[in-house]
């Protein structure tokens, strides 16, 4: 029998012990975070020093073959290093690290998707504008205007216009005019301007002609379409009547830009390329990204002058924020319009309508006299060409600025150019003695996929089919080139995975389907695999914009965007690439769009 003196050491020793699990449990609790909690701000990266996610799989688009295999990866940390170069990943990971806190979240993340040819402000206009898109007759389009007016009834007046976008006179079967909208009493003496599909011409109401001087001259590089009636200018001409319209303030614009970013992250969007924004427009963009929360994603911009295809380098601000929200070191020139208004400028006659070869809008000479200005200024020249005429203007005036910068250099052009990557927006129809100058000299071609899938009802028609056949909607011709894919919205929808739809199936992302005759795509010899449009969306929109290693990989030191699809991108059947929807977008660590609802563990 123990003494009394052991019995009280024994029930010590028991009780110190008891009293030290005690310990260690509530200090263990008040350690692990509870289950299914809301992210706060705390949670946030930027907020905290470190954060550690584990996902059901993470594909880091490293691979030098560029296949779409998921890597053995399967956790990421993100952190700031330095406050002033944003947040990027700083480690990967097989499985969960040990001794450190970890999100778990399911799905499965991709790199952050970019739009390498989009506009911003533009987007966010329509949004809060009568959506004309899809309509085939006239009495859809005069419905959707009296069903906005509805919403809207402020909208009309002379301070304050109906704006709308999306009306195709080949979709319609007729060209629209004034007349038409003044026809209908309920938008009778209402102002409204209405944005062709492509942006390139604006048909506008009675009251707007009204305030119109006189009789109206044509304009060089822009046509005013008189029959069958008066209210339709394109191109050029369009600056007659918009500089009558009163442009919304910034306030206003402040709120088109939260909302256009709300719908880019809903879709995987983490960045854009913008294609053109005049000055006064940057500065604003850079005060938004400095303070405004409503700016969730990245904008690479391209300086626009307000006086189209001139020379403003001091009124153009040259921005590069370390955090990478915003860049801007590059600008935007026209040489033509849009083909389904026959104002790309073509070598040859259009076949529909052999009276005319489109039109540029600015004459060589002087395209090439303000490139070479911009290039020696230091910045990228990209130039909007569709037609094959302005293509090859275009490639001559690139030609000139690359040996201007590198005139005493031993290196060829493209050793040139891979430094300075000038860029040719939309590429669209380029003959064949053109297509081998960009190869040889390493011009980028910047191409929206739904572009050709769009035009492809009507593009035979307007060029023939040799043309089509040998120089038109090239992207598997320019896959060398490392392509910058993008969708031009609001001209087509922002949706990258309708974009890497169209570009996998040459088909129609709103249908499903081809053109007549054309039922398993419109000419697949151009189409793309499924990783090289995913390519085109990440990497090659990285070197279009100077990003290489930091956007659209995830690896250490690039910037810490990704987006969550509920399982892997292979998986998907094709069809289900135009309805992808997207669980997640991050944007430099941040939750940009999803649901915020995480279990979390420690382990």
Known sequence: MPSPTGTLLWWGIRLSFLA??????LRYQQQLPILDSPLSEADLPGSKDEATYCYDGVFTNTSPSGDLSYDEIKCFSVSSPDSEKGVVFTKLYSSPPPSRDVIHRKGYVLPGLWDGHGHLLQYGEFLHSADLFGCTSRACILDRLAEYLERNPEAGTPRNWLRGVGWDQNVLGEMPTASILEGDERLRGRYIMLDRVDVHCAWVSQGILDLLPGEVEDVPGGEIVREPGMGVFCDNAMDLVVKLWERPGKERKKEFVRSAMRELTRVGIVGMH?????PKDLRMFEEMAGEDEGWKVRVYAMVECEERNTF???EAPWIKTGDGMLVVRSVKLFADGAL???GSALIDPYTDRPSTSGSLLINTSALTAVANAWALQGYQVNIHAIGDLANRHAISSMVSALSALCPDSVESLADCQSRHRFRIEHSQIISPSDQSLMHKHGILPSIQPTHATSDSSYAELRLGPERIASSAYRMKSLLDLNPILGSDFPVEPPSPFEGIYAAVTRRSPKTGKGP?????????EEALTLGEAVRGFTVGVANGGFMEG???IIQEGAWADWVVLDR?????????LRTMEVVETWVGGRMAHGESHEERKVL
């Open 20 to 25: 030290g699990c005690i310990a260690l449990v």
């Open 274 to 278: 913008d294609a053109g924004v005049v």
């Open 312 to 314: 403003c380098p001091g």
């Open 340 to 342: 389904g208004s026959w």
């Open 516 to 524: 007549e005759g054309w039922d398993q795509g419109w000419h697949t």
């Open 550 to 552: 930091k956007v659209g």
């Open 568 to 576: 892997e991108l292979g998986s998907y059947g094709v069809e289900q």
